[in-house]
């Protein structure tokens, strides 16, 4: 109960604070816009899930690695949604976080470090294989 109240006194504290310094309309502006990227954010979510999901299938991220980027980005995503200045800023914290937690995944999977199917000896050996076709062309000149 004392966290909760000391959340709503910086929250009044920052909004107050922020409120008074950009004005009325660029306040409901910014909590408009907020709410808006955090409902997107929660709509595309499904598609960031499917992304962990194979990277834990291919051993990229283990499973706390999964919860944690999952959790950051739904609990992130609801902060946003709610009106206030410091629940936006912790929101777009928590997005930040989870935005470079995935390049640096997405980079351990462009360096080999995955088992994906890619990198195993099977599929290494043809990638170097150009498949063509040859079409003879016979001219009926005479």
């Known amino acids: 109960m004392i966290y909760f109240i000391i959340y709503l ?3 009044v504290l920052v909004s107050v604070n922020i409120s008074s310094a950009i004005g009325g ?3 409901f502006f910014e909590i408009m816009l907020s709410a808006f990227v955090g409902i997107s954010i929660l709509v595309n979510f499904r598609q960031t899930l499917v ?3 194979t990277a834990v299938s291919y051993s990229c991220i283990d499973l706390e690695e ?3 980027l999952n959790l950051f980005t739904l609990f992130g995503a609801i902060l946003l949604i709610i009106p206030g200045f410091l629940t936006d800023i912790i929101g777009v914290l928590l997005q930040f976080s ?3 937690s995935m390049i640096v995944n997405r ?3 462009k360096s080999g470090k995955c088992n994906t199917p890619y990198n195993q000896e099977t599929n290494t050996k ?3 294989v150009i498949d063509v076709e040859i079409i003879e062309h016979t001219s009926s000149t005479k």
């Open 25 to 27: 309309l660029a306040t």
């Open 9 to 11: 006194f910086l929250e």
């Open 66 to 68: 999964f919860q944690r």
């Open 126 to 128: 043809d990638s170097d």
């Open 107 to 109: 980079y351990n999977v």
């Open 51 to 53: 992304e962990n999901m």
């Open 98 to 100: 989870v935005f470079t």
